[in-house]
């Protein structure tokens, strides 16, 4: 299983550019989500899904679209980019029963720099 | 609301135990996760508590109190390769958005040799 794959590891973008970052994951899981990290400011959560076709708003959702076709994929698009999105993305995936809901794997990160 | 604080730095040294702290002000919550970052890489997960008490994996210990609002990561035998960011995570009963899985800030882990 290659788990959790994230596209593309690095990325410069112009203010007002808009971009996808691709996520997908060959375990199955039902939980998909988006994170980005600042430095101090630990993993705050984009939008999260609980399945094919269901997507919902975390905590930073502004300026990020989501959408959710099949099992496996779960892009995220940037609408018009913004340097206050200079950030690391990370896609997280999970089963939701019992203990594996709280086993989030990771993909490796997109680290997105917006000038 | 909620809130996890973690002290933002540890030092220690090889061979050494250390303690991270996690103390959190919240209502009701499913359990304690614990994840580790290296510089650069992705989080994995160390371990869960799901109820109080310890659970021991490995090197690693992770402990619960919920009456304290308070849990720990506990590591022995300090290697090296243990420097890393060490993040707290609850996932807090509700619904939605408010459900999903809340970090703290982060402890950065420091080993000396």
């Known amino acids: 299983n290659a788990g959790v794959t994230q596209t593309p590891k690095f990325q410069v973008l112009k203010t007002g550019q808009s971009m996808t970052l691709q996520c997908a994951q060959d375990?199955?899981?039902?939980?998909m989500s988006w994170y980005r990290q600042d430095p101090g400011m630990g993993l705050r959560l984009i939008h999260y899904?609980?399945?094919?076709?269901?997507?919902d708003q975390g905590e930073v959702p502004n300026g990020y679209n989501v959408s959710r076709s099949t099992t496996e994929d779960f892009p995220l698009r940037l609408l018009s980019a913004a340097p206050s999105q200079t950030s690391v993305y990370f896609c997280?995936?999970?089963?939701?029963?019992?203990?594996?809901?709280?086993?989030?794997?990771f993909g490796p990160g997109t680290r997105l720099t917006v000038l | 609301g909620q809130s996890l604080e973690q002290p933002s730095e540890v030092t220690a040294v090889e061979g050494a135990i250390v303690q991270i702290n996690c103390t959190y002000q919240t209502s009701g919550f499913y359990g304690l996760s614990w994840y580790q970052q290296h510089d650069g890489g992705a989080p994995t997960f160390l371990s869960y508590?799901?109820?109080?008490g310890l659970e021991e994996t490995g090197r690693f210990s992770s402990f619960l109190s919920r009456s304290d609002s308070y849990g720990y990561l506990l590591l022995q035998e300090l290697q090296m390769k243990d420097s890393a960011s060490y993040f707290c995570a609850v996932r807090l009963h509700g619904s939605g958005s408010a459900r999903q899985l809340t970090f703290g800030s982060g402890t950065q882990l420091t080993v000396l040799p």
């Open positions: 375990m199955n899981h039902e939980y």
């Open positions: 508590n799901a109820l109080d």
């Open positions: 997280a995936s999970s089963l939701m029963t019992g203990r594996s809901y709280n086993e989030q794997f």
């Open positions: 899904s609980v399945g094919a076709g269901i997507t």
